[in-house]
């Protein structure tokens, strides 16, 4: 069975620009701090990856402080800070923010105090795009970067949380980018790495896959290549409605990620959805990785208006620059099929 991956939210492969500029990174001896030739070429490759993610993002002239990822990216943001949020906000946001601010149904949340509030830029289960204010304290970008043209310069947020796996980079890396000037308390210290933020040895490896990553993302956008993905997340979408009629496709009238499709078909839970396309050869999810393993329903499609028991009932496929329309067609018929099996049994 050739399997197709279509969980590209939850992780994307690593990329092959990613891959080599590791393996490059791997041949370096040198402690990024030291100053001696071998230190130099490390902290060299360091701070090309970090101009590199910071051109990608549109961040030239912020700052830009290598995490272990967006989960630590947000913590040094948001720790010690009283901020305000929405409950569609993903885990590693959530653990920081008061979730008070009003979600509507599509997924848009409402923002009355900017500069003390945290809003992400794209949801991961829904796809959803919101509207940043300026003068915005903080925003998760993870989801968004590599799959929209994102200028965070422009943006009005002054802090931003982004992560390399999201993207094709390697898992374990991050960073949370700054405008120049804003103060900002390290939460690890010891060393003066990243500026004075975040102390202990650069993972020069993982960076150096970001920068690579962040870059090669940067010539898909120039090149098209997420609209080409959009077009495919349309074609899914009109197959399955076109012999689904109950299925519900969460945020349709709203912006959305080109590459996310987070659907609904009410009784049939999607925990078992995605077991049997995982059977028939698909990777999907029922929503964020970080909480797919709870068998709750999603809190983002809650805050949105569904009942618990539809809410329960979602799926999220999310596609790539690899995805084919074969493999849209294919993931498309084996759901249907599916599906016919579940009415029968309910029959």
Known sequence: MQRVYLDYNATAPLRPEAREAMLEAMDLIGNPSSVHAEGRAAKGLVERARAQVAAALGAEGADVIFTSGATEAAALACS??????????????????????SVDAEGRVSVSDPGGSVLQLANSETGVIQSLPEGLAVSDMTQAFGKLPVAFNWSGAEMALVSAHKLGGPKGIGALVIR??????????????????????????????F????????????????????????????????????????????????????????????????????????????????????????????????????????????LGPQTSEDDILRFAEAWLKRLQKHRGRLA
């Open 180 to 209: 120049r000037g804003t103060d900002l308390a390290a939460q690890i210290r010891g060393g003066g790495q990243e500026m004075g933020r975040r102390a202990g040895t650069e993972n020069v490896i993982g960076i150096a896959g």
């Open 80 to 101: 010690g800070r009283d901020l305000h949020g929405s409950m569609v906000e993903h885990d590693a946001v959530g653990a920081w923010i008061n979730p008070d601010l």
């Open 211 to 318: 920068g690579a990553a962040a870059e090669a993302c940067g010539h898909d956008l120039a090149e098209g290549k997420w609209a080409q993905i959009e077009k495919l997340r349309n074609i899914l979408e009109n197959t399955i409605a076109e012999f689904s009629n109950e299925t519900i496709f969460v945020g349709k009238d709203a912006p959305r990620l080109p590459n996310t499709s987070c659907f609904v078909t009410p009784g049939w839970k999607g925990e078992i959805q995605v077991m049997s396309m995982d059977l028939s050869g698909f990777a999907i999810s029922a929503g964020s990785a970080c909480s797919s393993g709870k068998v709750k329903a999603s809190r983002v499609l809650r805050a949105m208006g569904f009942d618990e028991a539809l809410a329960g009932c979602a799926i999220r496929v999310s």
